[in-house]
C-alpha cells in the first residue's frame, strides 16, 4: 500500500497542520519509506521464532503463575486501605482563573 499526497493532504488537516509543498512532499516519501521497511519486515521467515510479549528475562508464559509473577513485577491488589479521598468541588474550582461555578472555563484553543 502506497501512501498518496491526497492521504497526507487529508492527515494533515485532520491533524491542523499547514504543510507546506516541501513539507508535504518529505512527509510522503518519508511515509512510503516506513510502509515500504514494513513490507520488507513481513517478508520474514519467522515460523521458528518464539512468540515474545516482553523483551525482559522476566517474563514466562507459565500458567501456573500467577499474572504478577509471569510479568516479573508486582500488581497492587485492588484495595481500599492505599486510596484516599478527592479533593472537594468546591476547593477545586476556589483558585481556577475563570469558572461558572460549576466548571473550570478555558479559552477556545482550536479556531476553525
Do not use: C, W
Not at 519486515?41 to 510479549?53: N, Q, W
Amino acid at each position: 500500500m502506497r501512501v498518496t499526497d491526497k492521504d497526507v493532504a487529508y492527515v494533515a488537516d485532520l491533524a491542523n497542520l499547514e504543510l507546506s509543498e516541501e513539507e508535504r512532499s518529505a512527509m510522503l516519501r518519508d511515509l512510503n519509506s516506513i510502509l515500504g521497511h514494513v513490507d520488507r519486515l513481513s517478508e520474514l521467515k519467522t515460523e521458528d521464532v518464539a512468540p515474545m510479549a516482553q523483551v525482559s528475562g522476566t517474563f514466562t508464559v507459565d500458567p501456573a503463575l500467577s499474572e504478577s509473577e509471569r510479568y516479573g513485577y508486582p500488581i497492587r491488589d485492588d484495595v481500599k486501605e492505599g486510596l484516599r479521598k478527592s479533593l472537594p468541588h468546591d476547593a477545586a474550582v476556589k483558585n481556577a482563573p475563570d469558572t461558572d461555578g460549576t466548571f473550570f472555563q478555558v479559552p477556545k484553543v482550536i479556531e476553525r
